[in-house]
Each structure stands twice: as structure tokens, then as C-alpha cells.
């Protein structure tokens, strides 16, 4: 096949790219600083997952119980004389774990569904509106508290394989299984602003079937719809576990910070201060790190706000 | 004329709000036989990109496709399933939109994009649809493609955004291709290359082609054949020879001294009188009647049939081919 003789001169060389998402990210000192904190944050839950020279959190030892801080106990020790510092650090781990498990789970939850009823329309689109209208109704911690309440010590059958939900695990899929609402809304909204647009009938008259046109098509224009609840989400998951674990439906046999917390209440009045605010110090570090690095990418990557100089 | 694309009878409604049916499309019909450029023209709203869009069932979700039967060759698209459909779309009939902004996802690479639609009929690997994707970039003239192939969409040109629009719907080398508007969004000089790539294709490729326009000039450059739509209905149609130099339809006539010509000295240009009245208030009889300058009673009451004249030239009008006095 001959090429179509197009007259005219040599083509201007392609524009330079604009600054890309991290370039503009990198802009923002504070963005820096967040992510910098939350690297740490996921460096000490990687080494706790990890196991290797893991602090010792267990070694109980009642005759150094209630013990201030100290250079060989910064945030001192608790009633069984074990090392705050060192179940902080666990906790980080568990608050970790779990809100990333929540998360991925009520992504691929609110993405697949969000992109079905904005998409399809339909019945499917007033099923899927009433559920989550449903679960919207009930307040958000009283659903979770519902949820774990089933879900806890339940044990499932998946494909011949037996969980048992005890504890944590009772957690993350409580949260997983009610935190996709939001992220739902949103991306079919989006969809549904999007489903009329020039390139998906342009898409659908190359032969493109609906969930070729959705998932190829569609999911990765609104991914940055995703990326910004998944962080923003993140947060609010890591204060439901604490919260969970507080109430005592979450953690057990692990330390987490609603357990530290909740150990604290009765420490306060012996003016045992420390498990409290080691607890409350890395609860607020993540929660500010995670909510001005959220904002920051929403801004990075909202393609209104590109182009103006922040 | 075996296989050529061919609609019938096709009418398409759209429910108002006070419920009844408004018909966008009334009895439309055309033939578009291989290797052949077919313009179909009218203005704004007159339902020509819902007869394209018809023809790939891509109408949309409000419309309704009350009757008519639009032949490939000789399969019914009209009786194919949604899944047989699919495989006629892109192999069979590829569609190019007017907007070739809007028309390319933006998040993707344009190479990617071809190399998709590639790889939504055939099963090959990324490597050879790759190097296919390239090797259509190239035959649509965009130079230098494996730069371009990592170009995303606003990094393009107009022009050059329409001639990948126009790779992806080579693709799979379908028989006919729709054309809506191809040209209407970029500028004369871009518009003259786009054309002329697309009337290649007809020559080059065998490719039969469906022009939407509303620009006679167009027509009158690059189409073989010229179908006049006119509030849904077909009032003429012939090889465009034919009509250009003897329009038999009033309106026709009016539209071709509508359009500006060099050197027709400080004359008023023409103006078809009163406006295009919404479908939903359809004239009775002759949908032409009320702004026609050869109105006769009989018009007023009856449709006029498209009766053929003289080589395949037809038209539908009861006082065809006469002159207004």
C-alpha cells in the first residue's frame, strides 16, 4: 500500500509534554512532607508484616509495669510492663493492613458497580442506586458496628476453603464491604457524563462490547476519581479500625491503637499518660500526612486546576 | 450491486414529551454500492447522522427505530443479533464522527488506540497489531508515526487527530465506511487533505462511503452519487453529475443557488424563504410545501412519491424539474 501523498512541509516536532502528575505533586512542600510520612508509616508496617527484629512487644514483666518514659522506654511501658513504643509500631501494622485490605476491597466493589449502573442504566442502575441508598441511610459507624457484629467469628466457605473471621479479618471486610458507597456515587456520576461522549461511540462503532467500552474505555478515565477516594478513603479506614478495635470488636491478641486507647481510659486516672499519646501521635501523624497528600493529588490531578501556577 | 449497503423504508422516532412519537426520519432510503461515494445532504437536523447512525444500530437510547430494513450485501443488519452486530462494526462498517477531539479517548496513546481497535476483531498479538498500527498511521499520512504512536490525543492537531480517527476505522479494512461530518470541525486548507485521503480510500482500498454533510461543495468534489434529505425524507437522488447541473427538486435547486460563487459579481445571494420548521410540527403533504416557490393545491394534501426520472436521477416532487416563474 503506497503512502497518501499529503503536500506541505515536514510536520513541527511534537509539543513538550506538560509537567506530569508527580513533577506537579513535587511542587508542594507539603505534598513532599506527607508522603515522605506516609513512606515511613508503610516502611514500620512492612517490617511489621516482614517479622524480622521485630520490638519485643510481648516479653510481659510486672516489676517494670506503669513505667514513665525513659531513654530505654521512650513512650515508657503499660500495666504488664510491656513497651509502648514497641506495640505502636505493631499497631501501625494492623491500622495499616487493615485499611489497605478495606480499601482495595470497596475499590473493586464501587468501580465495577459504579461503572455497571452508569453505564448500563436501566434496572441495573436502579438496583444498584437503591442498595447503596440503603446502606447510605444508616449512619456510617453503625453500619460498620452491624456489619462486624454479623461478620464477626462467621466462618465462610470459599471454593472449599474455610475462613474463619475473627477479629481483624471481621474488620477489613465489615469496612470494605460498606465504604464502596461513596466511591460508587462518584463513578456513576462520572460514567454517566461520560457514557454519551464521542469516543465511546466512537469505540462502540469499531464493534467494542459494553464491558470492553466500560473497563477499557470508560474505567481508566476515571481513575482519578479512584486514586483520590482511594487515599482520602484510606484515612477514614484506619479511624473506623481504631474505633472498631476501641469498642472491642476489632483487634485481638494484636496491639492496635483503639486497644491503646481503650487501655488508657483506666491509666488516665493513675496519671499513666504515655500509651495514650503514643497512640494519639501516630494516629494523628498518618490522618494529617493522608489528608494533605489527598488534597494534594486531587489538585495534581484535577485536569481543571493544570496549567495554573500553585 | 450485490454488495452494496442499502437502507430501506427507515423511519425513526423520538418520543416527545407529551408522549406522542415525533418522526426524525420519514421513509428514508439509499444505496450505496462499493467502491462509491454517496453524499447525503440537508441541513441541521434534516435526520441525516441518525440514518448513519442507524445503520451501525448505534442510535441513541431515546430514539426509536420504528420500521426499516438496512442491507448488507444480503444480510438484514436489522435481524442480526447485538453480538453479530458487533462483528459487523469496525469489520464491515466503520463510522468517522465529526469531532475528532471528542472522538479519541483521552487517556490513551493514539497508536495504542488503533492497535485497541485492531485487537477488538482480531486476535493477534500486541507486537503485530502494533506494527499494523504503524503501518496504517503511516498509509493515513501522519509522518514520522513512531513519534506520533506515543502521542497522546490533545497533543495532536486537528487534522491529524481526524486522519488517526480515520486509521482506527481502517482497522480491520471494512467495506463501507460513514463518514459524518468528517471535516466540519478543522479548517479549509486541513479539510481539502482529509478529503482527499478519504476519496483515496475509495479508489485505493475499494471501500464504499457514505459522505454526511452539509457542505455542497463537498459533495460536489468528492461523491459520486447525492441524496437531499429534507426534514427525514429523501427528496432527491442521483450521481451527483446529474443533480449538480439539473436539480429537479425545488428545494434542491435553491439549496445549490444558496451557495456563494467566485466571480457571480455583487448579486444578493439566495435565501431559501422561511425556516426549517421542527419535526414534531411536520407540514401535511409535501414537507417542502409551506417555503416552496412552486406550490401547487395538491401539495398541500399528498406526499409525493420519489418517482425516477431520466438515469437513475430521483426525485419527489409533483412539479419536478420545472422552473419557478
Known amino acids: ?310 | 450491486m450485490k454488495e452494496s449497503l442499502r437502507i430501506e423504508g427507515l423511519r425513526i422516532s423520538f418520543p416527545s414529551p407529551s408522549g406522542e412519537l415525533v418522526r426524525a426520519v420519514e421513509d428514508a432510503g439509499l444505496t450505496v454500492p462499493p467502491a462509491t461515494a454517496l453524499g447525503l445532504v440537508g441541513e441541521s437536523g434534516c435526520g441525516k447522522t441518525l440514518t448513519g447512525l442507524a445503520v451501525l444500530r448505534l442510535l441513541p437510547p431515546a430514539a426509536r427505530l420504528e420500521r426499516g430494513r438496512i442491507f448488507l450485501g444480503e444480510t438484514d443488519l436489522s435481524e442480526l443479533t447485538e453480538a453479530e452486530m458487533r462483528a459487523v462494526r469496525g469489520e464491515q462498517v466503520a463510522m468517522i464522527f465529526q469531532e475528532p477531539m471528542t472522538s479519541l479517548n483521552p487517556v490513551y496513546r493514539v497508536g495504542d488506540q488503533v492497535v485497541e481497535a485492531i485487537r477488538a476483531h482480531r486476535r493477534l498479538s500486541f507486537a503485530s497489531a502494533r506494527h499494523l498500527a504503524l503501518d496504517l498511521l503511516d498509509r493515513v499520512g501522519i509522518r514520522r508515526p513512531r513519534e506520533r504512536y506515543q502521542a497522546y490525543p490533545h497533543q495532536l492537531s486537528g487534522g491529524q487527530r481526524q486522519r488517526v480517527m480515520i486509521a482506527t476505522a481502517l482497522s480491520c479494512s471494512p467495506r463501507f465506511l460513514i463518514a459524518d461530518e468528517p471535516t466540519t470541525a478543522l479548517d479549509v486548507t486541513v479539510q481539502a487533505r482529509i478529503l482527499e485521503l478519504i476519496a483515496s480510500l475509495r479508489e485505493r482500498e475499494r471501500m464504499g462511503i457514505l459522505l454526511i454533510t452539509h457542505d455542497l461543495g463537498i459533495v460536489a468534489g468528492e461523491t459520486d452519487r447525492v441524496a437531499v434529505m429534507y426534514l427525514g425524507r429523501m427528496v432527491e437522488e442521483g450521481a451527483t453529475r446529474d443533480v449538480f447541473a439539473r436539480p429537479l427538486h425545488p428545494y434542491a435547486r435553491a439549496l445549490l443557488r444558496s451557495v456563494p460563487r467566485l466571480g457571480q459579481g455583487r448579486r444578493r445571494l439566495e435565501a431559501i424563504r422561511g425556516n426549517v420548521p421542527t419535526p414534531a410540527l411536520r407540514p401535511s403533504g409535501c414537507p417542502f410545501h409551506p417555503r416552496c416557490p412552486l406550490m401547487i393545491p395538491v401539495c398541500r394534501r399528498e406526499i409525493p412519491p420519489l418517482k425516477v426520472y431520466e438515469s437513475g436521477h430521483r426525485c419527489a416532487c409533483f412539479r419536478a424539474g420545472e422552473e419557478a416563474t
Open chain 1, 1 to 310: 500500500m503506497k503512502r497518501i501523498a499529503v503536500p506541505g512541509r515536514a510536520s513541527p516536532p511534537p509539543p513538550a509534554a506538560e509537567p506530569g502528575v508527580w513533577r506537579r505533586l513535587g511542587r508542594s512542600p507539603a505534598a513532599r512532607i506527607s508522603l515522605a510520612v506516609i513512606v515511613f508509616y508503610l516502611l514500620l508496617a512492612a517490617w511489621g508484616c516482614s517479622g524480622w527484629e521485630l520490638p519485643d512487644w510481648r516479653t510481659v514483666n510486672y516489676a517494670r509495669a506503669y513505667q514513665g518514659p525513659s531513654p530505654a522506654h521512650p513512650f515508657g511501658t503499660d500495666i504488664h510492663g510491656r513497651d509502648v513504643l514497641a506495640k505502636t509500631v505493631i499497631g501501625a501494622r494492623t491500622a495499616l493492613t487493615v485499611a489497605f485490605l478495606a480499601s482495595v476491597l470497596a475499590v473493586a466493589i464501587g468501580l465495577i458497580l459504579g461503572l455497571l449502573a452508569g453505564y448500563l442504566g436501566g434496572a441495573v442502575d436502579g438496583i444498584i442506586t437503591w442498595v447503596y441508598s440503603t446502606l447510605e441511610s444508616v449512619p456510617y459507624y453503625l453500619l460498620i458496628l452491624a456489619f462486624a457484629f454479623v461478620l464477626q467469628d462467621r466462618s465462610i466457605n470459599l471454593w472449599g476453603m474455610e475462613f474463619r473471621l475473627e477479629g481483624i479479618n471481621a474488620v477489613y471486610l465489615a469496612l470494605g464491604l460498606t465504604g464502596w458507597v461513596g466511591l460508587c456515587r462518584l463513578i456513576r456520576g462520572e460514567v454517566i457524563k461520560r457514557r454519551e461522549g464521542e469516543y465511546v461511540l466512537a469505540a462502540r462503532s469499531l464493534g467494542a462490547s459494553p464491558l470492553r467500552v466500560m473497563f477499557r474505555h470508560l474505567a481508566p478515565n476515571v481513575l482519578h476519581v479512584v486514586i483520590v477516594t482511594f487515599t482520602l478513603g484510606f484515612v477514614s479506614y484506619i479511624h473506623a479500625e481504631v474505633v472498631l478495635s476501641f469498642l472491642g470488636l476489632g483487634a485481638k491478641e494484636v496491639p492496635s491503637w483503639g486497644v491503646m486507647i481503650d487501655e488508657s481510659k483506666l491509666e488516665l486516672a493513675r496519671g499513666v499518660w504515655w500509651q495514650l499519646l503514643a497512640a494519639s501521635l501516630a494516629i494523628f501523624g498518618i490522618s494529617l500526612a493522608l489528608h494533605v497528600f489527598g488534597d494534594a493529588l486531587r489538585d495534581a490531578l484535577d485536569p481543571r486546576t493544570r496549567g495554573t501556577k500553585r
